[in-house]
Structure formats: structure tokens, C-alpha cells
């Protein structure tokens, strides 16, 4: 009995120390910038470390899970990232999130883009403690945790914007969910080189159907503050079922954010997708998105 205790406290000890490893370090082995393996496929999709500074409270670099894709050629070329979500409380571990938007980072690569695909710090394999919200459920401060979030994105940004291959003049910045939040706080911040943000289903901490923490109004309200610093183009996409932020809870914040913006900003009502189509830039064909995009994207400003 004894081993029989010995041995089960022992898997537990080694299970205990290889979480922490992997939520402590993240990029575990890699500890080196930059991309790791050569690109493969025709999308050239390639693991990428993306490294931030963070000062919390002093400055200190983090490496980012990153998925890089790329055009055939040398460039530049435009460049989007594409910011994920955050998932329901108790639904979904953040270390278990890993880069996706395969199929829109192929369409956007059959556009001529570089596309990056990156985990903000606490999910997936980057390193650093999860740091994109501010408050609690009960008093959650949606403007202070896009700013939040638009720290890593900016990161992101500002890391891409040195490689050869992209035109740091020529930056999209899409955002879904939590990461559209992100996408908002960018406009705010008016980051460098950024011409056109994309926001799929933005929001904040929906904790169940017509459930928002701190309430809508909160919500809607700090979009409004948001909105104070817009000065780039903005297409918003929400889907008729989006069970996170239905239509009206959409509109009103587009409303709020579009009243004090002082750039266009175009409202797209996209048809319902499957069960949720909160999740339809994930998981739906992009024919549902695809052409209001390229619209939008032909009308952005060319820094060439």
C-alpha cells in the first residue's frame, strides 16, 4: 500500500511539475527569437517565437506562440495579425489554446499578406501570466482591459514590422472576441503603421446568453470611450446568432463607438451560422465574410 501510495503521489508531484513548467515558461525549451523550422506548404506556415516587452513592473521580454504565413516571394508585403478570444469561465484552460484561423489566414495570404497568428501571454505555449483584463466579473473596466490587450498585439505588431519581408507602413489588425476588444484598443492607442482594423464579434466577458460581467450597459459604455480615440477604418462583422453578443447588444455598442470615432466605420450584419455564429470567423467558409472584407481592404489608405 505504501508503493501503491508512493507511486500515485509521485505521478501527481511529476504531473504538478510539468504544468507549472509549461505555465511558467511557456516556450519551454525555446528560449531563442525568431522563427523555429523552415516554412512549409504552399501557405508558408511557419512556427514563430514572437518576443515583447512587458514592464510589470520593470521591463521584461516574453516569447509568444506565433504561426507565421507568407506569399511566395521576398516583399514586403502587407501584414495582418489575427487576435484570438477568451474563452467562458470554466469552459476551456488557456494553456490548452493554440494558434487557429487557418482558413481566413489562407485567405488573406491569397491576398497578398503576411499573416501572424499569436497567443497572448498565459495561453497556449507563450511565456507570462495571463494580463489582457482589468477588474472583476463585478466591476469589469472594458476599456482598461483592451489597452490591456493591445499590449501584446502592439508587441506583435512592432516585432513583424522589422522583418524584411513586411511593409511596416501596411498593417490590418483583426480581432475576434476578447482579441476585437484588443483590435480596439490598437485604434485607441493609433499604433504606427496601422490602416484598417477588423473586428469579429468584439466583446467582453459574456459568461452565458444575455449574461455580460458588470452588465451591457457597462459594456456599451466603455466601448464609447473606446471609440474617443478611433481615428483608423473599421469594419465590424457580427453574425445574426452570435450567442456572446447578440445584434442589439452589437448595434448599441457599434452605435456608441461610431458617435464619437473620427474614422469610417462600416457595420456588417452576417447571416446566422450553425449553432453560434459568434464563432463563425473560427469555423464558417469565408464566402459568409470574405467579400466585405475585400471591399473594405480596397478602400484602405496605401502606404506605398
Known sequence: MFLTRLSRRWRLTALTFLLLLIAGTGAGAQSQAGPAGAPAGPYNQQQWWVPITIRAPGPNVVLLETVVYRPVGNG???????????????TLPERSMHPDYIAAAKWFVDRGFVVAVPMRRGYGASQGSLGDFAGNCEDRDYFESARLTAIDIEGVIAYM????????????VLGHSWGGLGALGVAFDGTPGVTGIINFAAGGSSVAPGQICGGEDRLIADFRRLGSGG?????????????YFAPPLAHAMYEAYRAVARAPITFVDLPAFNEDGHFTIMRGDTAIWGPAVAKFLSFLPSKN
Request: charge should be positive; glycine fraction near 4%.
Open 76 to 90: 514586403p508585403f502587407p501584414l495582418v495579425t489575427i487576435n484570438h478570444g477568451k474563452p467562458r469561465r470554466g
Open 161 to 172: 514590422q522589422r522583418q524584411s519581408f513586411v511593409d511596416p507602413r501596411n498593417v490590418v
Open 231 to 243: 481615428h483608423i477604418p473599421e469594419i465590424w462583422l457580427y453574425a445574426e446568432n452570435d450567442h
